[in-house]
Protein backbone atom coordinates (compact mmCIF):
# COMPACT_ATOMS: atom_id res chain seq x y z
CA UNK A 1 0.00 0.00 0.00
CA UNK A 2 1.23 3.57 -0.79
CA UNK A 3 2.39 5.41 1.79
CA UNK A 4 0.24 8.41 1.09
CA UNK A 5 -2.87 8.92 -0.89
CA UNK A 6 -4.38 11.32 -2.72
CA UNK A 7 -8.04 11.28 -2.49
CA UNK A 8 -8.99 14.80 -4.40
CA UNK A 9 -6.27 17.61 -5.81
CA UNK A 10 -4.78 18.30 -2.19
CA UNK A 11 -6.45 16.34 0.12
CA UNK A 12 -4.57 13.46 1.14
CA UNK A 13 -4.84 10.03 3.55
CA UNK A 14 -1.94 8.37 4.72
CA UNK A 15 -2.72 4.78 5.32
CA UNK A 16 -2.08 2.88 8.94
CA UNK A 17 -3.83 1.69 12.05
CA UNK A 18 -5.31 4.71 12.08
CA UNK A 19 -5.27 6.92 9.02
CA UNK A 20 -4.42 10.03 9.33
CA UNK A 21 -5.76 13.15 6.59
CA UNK A 22 -3.63 15.82 4.99
CA UNK A 23 -5.13 18.85 3.73
CA UNK A 24 -2.71 21.24 1.65
CA UNK A 25 -3.52 24.62 1.40
CA UNK A 26 -0.94 26.60 -1.36
CA UNK A 27 0.39 29.95 -1.16
CA UNK A 28 3.38 32.12 -2.49
CA UNK A 29 5.47 30.78 0.37
CA UNK A 30 5.06 26.95 0.45
CA UNK A 31 2.51 25.03 1.72
CA UNK A 32 0.12 25.36 5.02
CA UNK A 33 -0.53 21.62 6.28
CA UNK A 34 -3.78 20.74 8.41
CA UNK A 35 -3.35 16.79 9.87
CA UNK A 36 -7.08 15.29 10.66
CA UNK A 37 -5.06 12.96 13.76
CA UNK A 38 -2.02 12.69 14.04
CA UNK A 39 -1.47 8.56 15.36
CA UNK A 40 -0.98 6.50 17.92
CA UNK A 41 2.41 7.49 19.89
CA UNK A 42 5.33 9.61 18.82
CA UNK A 43 6.71 7.15 16.81
CA UNK A 44 3.68 7.04 14.50
CA UNK A 45 4.05 10.84 14.49
CA UNK A 46 7.71 10.81 13.19
CA UNK A 47 6.36 7.97 10.44
CA UNK A 48 4.23 10.63 9.39
CA UNK A 49 6.46 13.12 9.57
CA UNK A 50 9.01 11.57 7.01
CA UNK A 51 6.13 11.10 5.04
CA UNK A 52 5.32 14.49 4.95
CA UNK A 53 8.78 15.20 4.03
CA UNK A 54 8.92 13.17 1.58
CA UNK A 55 6.16 14.07 -0.42
CA UNK A 56 5.89 17.99 0.42
CA UNK A 57 8.36 21.25 0.22
CA UNK A 58 8.62 24.25 2.45
CA UNK A 59 5.96 23.09 4.68
CA UNK A 60 4.58 24.55 7.68
CA UNK A 61 2.28 22.47 10.44
CA UNK A 62 -0.55 24.54 10.95
CA UNK A 63 -2.78 22.38 13.00
CA UNK A 64 -3.94 18.60 13.99
CA UNK A 65 -7.24 18.40 13.80
CA UNK A 66 -8.38 15.68 15.86
CA UNK A 67 -11.95 13.74 15.19
CA UNK A 68 -11.95 12.91 18.71
CA UNK A 69 -9.59 12.21 21.87
CA UNK A 70 -8.46 8.34 22.04
CA UNK A 71 -5.11 7.76 22.45
CA UNK A 72 -4.61 6.37 18.92
CA UNK A 73 -6.07 9.56 17.24
CA UNK A 74 -3.67 11.80 19.28
CA UNK A 75 -0.97 10.08 20.48
CA UNK A 76 1.26 12.08 17.81
CA UNK A 77 -0.26 15.57 19.01
CA UNK A 78 2.60 16.60 21.69
CA UNK A 79 5.34 15.46 19.39
CA UNK A 80 3.86 17.79 16.47
CA UNK A 81 2.69 20.18 18.91
CA UNK A 82 6.38 20.68 20.58
CA UNK A 83 8.12 20.25 17.03
CA UNK A 84 6.39 22.10 15.20
CA UNK A 85 4.18 24.53 17.17
CA UNK A 86 0.88 23.73 15.23
CA UNK A 87 -2.19 24.42 16.99
CA UNK A 88 -4.24 21.39 18.35
CA UNK A 89 -7.96 21.57 17.61
CA UNK A 90 -10.22 19.25 19.64
CA UNK A 91 -13.81 18.90 19.92
CA UNK A 92 -15.19 20.51 22.64
CA UNK A 93 -16.38 17.01 24.54
CA UNK A 94 -13.48 16.05 24.07
CA UNK A 95 -11.26 18.23 25.47
CA UNK A 96 -11.19 16.76 29.16
CA UNK A 97 -9.89 13.44 27.57
CA UNK A 98 -6.70 14.86 26.21
CA UNK A 99 -6.20 17.68 29.15
CA UNK A 100 -6.81 14.91 31.96
CA UNK A 101 -5.12 11.78 29.35
CA UNK A 102 -5.73 9.64 32.45
CA UNK A 103 -9.37 9.48 31.75
CA UNK A 104 -9.34 7.12 28.99
CA UNK A 105 -8.31 4.13 30.56
CA UNK A 106 -10.21 5.12 33.55
CA UNK A 107 -13.27 5.46 31.68
CA UNK A 108 -12.68 1.45 30.27
CA UNK A 109 -11.61 0.49 33.16
CA UNK A 110 -14.44 1.87 35.65
CA UNK A 111 -11.92 3.19 37.94
CA UNK A 112 -8.61 3.74 38.70
CA UNK A 113 -6.50 1.91 36.06
CA UNK A 114 -4.30 -0.78 35.94
CA UNK A 115 -0.90 0.13 35.43
CA UNK A 116 -0.89 -2.30 31.95
CA UNK A 117 -3.78 0.36 31.09
CA UNK A 118 -1.02 3.42 32.28
CA UNK A 119 0.41 3.66 28.89
CA UNK A 120 0.67 5.16 25.36
CA UNK A 121 -1.87 2.91 23.97
CA UNK A 122 -4.49 4.30 26.30
CA UNK A 123 -2.66 7.30 27.88
CA UNK A 124 -1.78 9.68 24.78
CA UNK A 125 0.83 12.17 26.14
CA UNK A 126 -0.07 15.71 27.08
CA UNK A 127 -0.73 18.36 24.58
CA UNK A 128 -2.99 20.85 24.88
CA UNK A 129 -5.82 22.22 22.91
CA UNK A 130 -5.57 25.78 21.30
CA UNK A 131 -9.00 25.53 19.48
CA UNK A 132 -12.37 23.62 19.83
CA UNK A 133 -14.52 22.66 17.17
CA UNK A 134 -17.93 22.51 17.06
CA UNK A 135 -20.35 20.46 14.95
CA UNK A 136 -21.31 22.86 11.63
CA UNK A 137 -18.42 25.08 12.23
CA UNK A 138 -17.00 25.82 8.62
CA UNK A 139 -13.35 27.06 8.30
CA UNK A 140 -12.35 28.77 4.39
CA UNK A 141 -8.99 28.77 3.72
CA UNK A 142 -7.47 31.52 1.32
CA UNK A 143 -7.30 29.20 -1.51
CA UNK A 144 -11.08 28.12 -1.57
CA UNK A 145 -10.61 24.97 0.10
CA UNK A 146 -13.20 24.19 3.13
CA UNK A 147 -13.76 22.22 6.41
CA UNK A 148 -16.68 21.45 8.11
CA UNK A 149 -17.55 19.71 11.03
CA UNK A 150 -20.39 17.43 10.84
CA UNK A 151 -21.82 15.47 14.47
CA UNK A 152 -20.89 11.69 14.51
CA UNK A 153 -22.39 10.54 17.76
CA UNK A 154 -21.61 7.33 19.41
CA UNK A 155 -18.10 6.26 18.84
CA UNK A 156 -17.18 8.34 22.41
CA UNK A 157 -18.36 11.53 23.96
CA UNK A 158 -18.09 14.13 20.89
CA UNK A 159 -17.02 12.76 17.80
CA UNK A 160 -16.98 15.07 14.70
CA UNK A 161 -16.54 14.07 10.41
CA UNK A 162 -14.65 16.48 8.52
CA UNK A 163 -15.91 17.23 5.05
CA UNK A 164 -13.33 18.73 3.16
CA UNK A 165 -14.42 20.42 -0.27
CA UNK A 166 -12.63 22.45 -2.59
CA UNK A 167 -13.63 25.23 -4.97
CA UNK A 168 -15.05 23.17 -7.57
CA UNK A 169 -16.80 20.78 -5.46
CA UNK A 170 -15.13 17.39 -5.01
CA UNK A 171 -15.37 16.45 -1.47
CA UNK A 172 -13.49 13.97 1.03
CA UNK A 173 -15.21 12.84 4.20
CA UNK A 174 -13.36 11.61 7.19
CA UNK A 175 -15.46 9.74 9.31
CA UNK A 176 -13.42 9.27 12.38
CA UNK A 177 -14.44 5.59 14.08
CA UNK A 178 -17.83 6.97 12.82
CA UNK A 179 -17.45 3.96 10.53
CA UNK A 180 -15.19 0.88 10.43
CA UNK A 181 -13.78 -0.66 7.25
CA UNK A 182 -15.16 -4.01 5.68
CA UNK A 183 -12.07 -5.78 6.88
CA UNK A 184 -11.85 -4.27 10.40
CA UNK A 185 -15.35 -5.01 11.13
CA UNK A 186 -15.03 -8.50 10.24
CA UNK A 187 -11.81 -9.36 12.46
CA UNK A 188 -13.35 -7.48 15.04
CA UNK A 189 -17.32 -7.96 15.10
CA UNK A 190 -17.15 -5.43 18.64
CA UNK A 191 -15.46 -2.17 17.99
CA UNK A 192 -15.81 0.36 21.04
CA UNK A 193 -18.97 1.77 21.13
CA UNK A 194 -19.85 4.49 23.94
CA UNK A 195 -23.62 4.85 23.13
CA UNK A 196 -25.23 2.13 21.03
CA UNK A 197 -28.44 4.10 19.90
CA UNK A 198 -26.27 6.96 18.24
CA UNK A 199 -23.53 4.68 16.69
CA UNK A 200 -26.43 3.11 14.83
CA UNK A 201 -27.92 6.27 14.18
CA UNK A 202 -24.83 8.02 13.15
CA UNK A 203 -24.61 4.89 10.58
CA UNK A 204 -27.62 6.01 8.86
CA UNK A 205 -26.63 9.73 8.89
CA UNK A 206 -23.18 8.42 7.23
CA UNK A 207 -25.35 7.03 4.12
CA UNK A 208 -27.00 10.17 3.42
CA UNK A 209 -23.73 12.26 3.67
CA UNK A 210 -22.78 12.70 -0.20
CA UNK A 211 -18.95 12.82 -0.74
CA UNK A 212 -16.36 11.65 -3.26
CA UNK A 213 -14.49 9.76 -0.57
CA UNK A 214 -15.25 8.16 2.50
CA UNK A 215 -12.21 7.62 5.22
CA UNK A 216 -12.76 5.95 8.03
CA UNK A 217 -9.91 5.72 10.67
CA UNK A 218 -9.46 2.05 10.68
CA UNK A 219 -9.68 0.49 7.10
CA UNK A 220 -9.51 2.01 3.57
CA UNK A 221 -10.72 4.55 1.95
CA UNK A 222 -14.06 3.69 -0.37
CA UNK A 223 -15.63 6.05 -2.97
CA UNK A 224 -19.48 4.50 -1.45
CA UNK A 225 -20.18 4.09 2.20
CA UNK A 226 -23.35 2.13 1.99
CA UNK A 227 -22.03 -1.05 2.08
CA UNK A 228 -19.45 -0.24 4.60
CA UNK A 229 -22.23 1.26 7.03
CA UNK A 230 -24.53 -2.00 6.66
CA UNK A 231 -21.65 -4.20 7.80
CA UNK A 232 -21.13 -2.47 10.62
CA UNK A 233 -25.18 -2.35 11.03
CA UNK A 234 -25.29 -6.05 10.79
CA UNK A 235 -22.46 -6.52 13.47
CA UNK A 236 -24.59 -4.45 16.21
CA UNK A 237 -27.63 -5.96 15.54
CA UNK A 238 -26.09 -9.17 15.71
CA UNK A 239 -24.63 -8.51 19.00
CA UNK A 240 -27.75 -6.87 19.96
CA UNK A 241 -29.23 -10.69 18.99
CA UNK A 242 -26.57 -12.30 21.22
CA UNK A 243 -27.10 -10.68 24.14
CA UNK A 244 -30.88 -11.26 24.06
CA UNK A 245 -30.62 -14.82 23.53
CA UNK A 246 -28.32 -15.36 26.55
CA UNK A 247 -30.05 -13.35 28.83
CA UNK A 248 -33.37 -15.24 27.78
CA UNK A 249 -31.83 -18.02 28.73
CA UNK A 250 -30.77 -17.12 32.39
CA UNK A 251 -29.95 -13.95 34.35
CA UNK A 252 -26.34 -12.84 33.95
CA UNK A 253 -24.03 -10.46 35.48
CA UNK A 254 -22.14 -8.25 33.00
CA UNK A 255 -18.62 -10.30 33.82
CA UNK A 256 -20.64 -13.55 32.94
CA UNK A 257 -22.10 -12.07 30.00
CA UNK A 258 -18.64 -10.80 28.73
CA UNK A 259 -17.81 -14.18 29.12
CA UNK A 260 -21.01 -15.93 26.85
CA UNK A 261 -20.95 -13.04 24.05
CA UNK A 262 -17.07 -13.50 23.62
CA UNK A 263 -17.33 -17.73 23.62
CA UNK A 264 -20.30 -16.78 20.82
CA UNK A 265 -18.11 -14.87 18.68
CA UNK A 266 -15.20 -16.62 18.91
CA UNK A 267 -13.10 -14.32 20.64
CA UNK A 268 -10.00 -15.11 23.01
CA UNK A 269 -10.09 -12.12 24.80
CA UNK A 270 -6.48 -10.31 26.12
CA UNK A 271 -6.20 -7.49 28.80
CA UNK A 272 -7.22 -5.04 26.15
CA UNK A 273 -9.94 -6.80 23.76
CA UNK A 274 -11.34 -7.47 28.06
CA UNK A 275 -11.56 -3.80 29.03
CA UNK A 276 -12.47 -2.40 25.62
CA UNK A 277 -15.19 -4.76 24.75
CA UNK A 278 -16.40 -5.12 28.45
CA UNK A 279 -17.31 -1.37 28.20
CA UNK A 280 -19.19 -1.51 25.09
CA UNK A 281 -20.93 -4.67 26.64
CA UNK A 282 -21.79 -2.30 29.20
CA UNK A 283 -22.92 0.51 27.01
CA UNK A 284 -25.39 -2.02 25.12
CA UNK A 285 -26.99 -2.93 28.44
CA UNK A 286 -27.77 0.37 28.98
CA UNK A 287 -29.26 0.56 25.42
CA UNK A 288 -31.52 -2.66 25.87
CA UNK A 289 -32.62 -1.73 28.84
CA UNK A 290 -33.70 2.14 27.52
CA UNK A 291 -34.97 0.64 24.83
CA UNK A 292 -37.20 -1.87 27.26
CA UNK A 293 -35.52 -5.16 26.23
CA UNK A 294 -33.79 -6.10 29.24
CA UNK A 295 -33.90 -5.46 32.82
CA UNK A 296 -32.30 -5.98 36.19
CA UNK A 297 -32.39 -7.22 39.78
CA UNK A 298 -30.20 -7.04 42.89
CA UNK A 299 -29.89 -10.27 43.96
CA UNK A 300 -27.44 -11.85 46.85
CA UNK A 301 -25.08 -8.64 46.38
CA UNK A 302 -25.57 -9.18 42.22
CA UNK A 303 -26.37 -7.05 39.43
CA UNK A 304 -28.37 -9.90 37.64
CA UNK A 305 -29.34 -8.78 33.84
CA UNK A 306 -32.39 -10.56 32.34
CA UNK A 307 -34.54 -10.39 29.36
CA UNK A 308 -37.91 -8.74 29.41
CA UNK A 309 -40.64 -11.44 27.95
Not at 14 to 37: F, H, Q
Not at 160 to 188: H, N, Q, R, S, Y
Request: net charge negative; with cysteine; charged share 20%.
Amino acid sequence: MADIQELIPDVYVIPGGTNVGVVRIKSESGCALYLIDSGGSEKDARKIETILNAHFTDWQLRAVINTHSHADHSGGNAYFAEKTKCGIWMPYLEKGSVENTLLQPSIAWGGFPLPELRVPYYVPAYAEPTHIIRAEDCVEFSDGKKIRFIALPGHYFEMLGLMCTLPDGKCAFFAGDAVFGKKFIAKFSIPFMFDVASFLDTLKKLCSISADWYVPSHGDAVTRIDETAEMNQIAVLQTISCIIKILKKKPHTAEELLTEVANANGISMKLAQYVLIGCTLRSFLTCLYEKGHITYEIADNKMLWKAVD
